[in-house]
């Protein structure tokens, strides 16, 4: 069955923006080592040598590839073009020097307020469980513009790994194109861009699966994060996902991890900006691989995947369960490790007699 989005088939889309991708991954290399952008290993990386880490620009590149051939000129297509490119150079840069934590912030503001105010893409109503919130449209503006940072961030904190954040997105690109199979609905843009983000996503994680010869670095991390969001609310929008709770369960581990890093730093006293080595992946690699690690993550995030095709589906009662599952689990891994609370190892003491 060849399935068709705006007349185009997914297969060739797919097909393009994977290979373009996976052939522009060398020239991302190249243009690393000529402007230094290297990953030097250190106490919290996982990598043993130096990585070059603009990966971004390849899968950035792929994603304008599948616009230029599939996609069409409008205003919220225009606002998305214009915010991927300020969030892609905001990356590039702090890939070869690092930007201080406050003005990556704002320049993610101001990419995010151009999609929200200018490509007028934001949430219309906030329904949640059931629950209907009729906000004014500056307060859906301005969570939505919220929204967006939050998973750019999100999506930034989570790679830290090889092919973590990577098979994570693609995952994440891949339920969205199936709520909107299942939903018949085809045609919206934020299918058409879950289908390139797809292809571009996946033709990189066959140079960034362990052992990674390149990372996506923070352009790709935040370009990835900037685009999930972002087809999030044109899915709103557009009614593929009519629930807040769509989005929220299909982003459901980088959020997670986001706001246990949030608690933690502030439970140690310090800043919520400060890097460190405690995330869900890193508890995972204390004891197994790094391929057995980024496999597990990547179970359960079909599973959380899993549980959003069944919400949407309207079968909400194993939807429930599901979820109830995948929590309860969540909650012995913080327990049980370093995530939240730093675990105080006894150490024995031989006494001399």
Do not use: W
């Not at 954040?165 to 934020?190: E, P, R, V």
């Not at 439970?267 to 890193?282: A, R, V, Y």
């Amino acid at each position: 069955m060849d399935l068709q989005v705006n007349n185009h088939s997914i297969y060739l889309i797919l097909l393009i923006t994977l290979v373009s991708s996976f052939v522009l991954v060398f020239l991302a290399k190249k243009i690393a080592k000529h402007v230094n952008a290297i990953d030097e290993p250190n106490y919290r990386k996982v990598h043993k040598i130096p990585i070059p880490r603009l990966g971004g620009l390849a899968i950035f590149g792929s994603f304008l590839i599948g616009y230029i051939l599939y996609g069409e000129i409008t205003t919220q297509m225009i606002s998305i073009l214009i915010g991927s490119f300020i969030i892609i150079m905001l990356g590039f840069i702090d890939d070869i020097n690092s930007i201080p934590a406050r003005y990556k912030f704002l320049v993610q503001t101001i990419a995010a307020s151009i999609v929200v105010i200018y490509g007028q893409t934001y949430f219309n109503e906030i329904s949640l469980l059931g629950l209907n919130f009729n906000f004014p449209t500056y307060i859906n503006m301005g969570i939505s513009i919220l929204f967006i940072v939050a998973i750019i961030n999100a999506i930034n904190l989570i790679d830290g790994i090889d092919g973590l954040a990577a098979g994570m997105c693609s995952i994440n690109f891949l339920t969205i194109s199936i709520i909107a199979l299942i939903s018949s609905q085809l045609n919206g843009l934020d299918v058409i861009l879950s289908v390139i983000m797809l292809g571009a996503t996946l033709g990189f994680l066959v140079h960034n699966f362990p052992p990674a010869s390149i990372f996506m670095g923070d352009s790709g991390s935040m370009f990835l994060g900037f685009m999930l969001s972002v087809i999030s609310l044109l899915g709103f929008k557009m009614a593929t996902i009519t629930s807040l709770i769509v989005p929220l369960l299909i982003l459901s581990i980088p959020i997670l991890d986001t706001i246990l890093a949030i608690f933690r730093r502030m439970l140690k006293g310090e800043n919520i900006g400060t890097p460190d080595k405690e995330h869900i992946h890193h508890q995972l690699l204390k004891r197994f691989s790094a391929k057995k690690t980024i496999l597990i993550i990547y179970v359960v995030n079909i599973l959380f995947a899993t549980v959003t095709i069944l919400y949407c589906l309207g079968d909400a009662k194993q939807a429930i369960f599901i979820y109830i599952i995948l929590m309860l689990f969540f909650i012995f891994l913080v327990l049980k490790t370093d995530v939240l609370f730093e675990h105080r190892k006894k150490k024995k003491v031989d006494h001399e007699k």
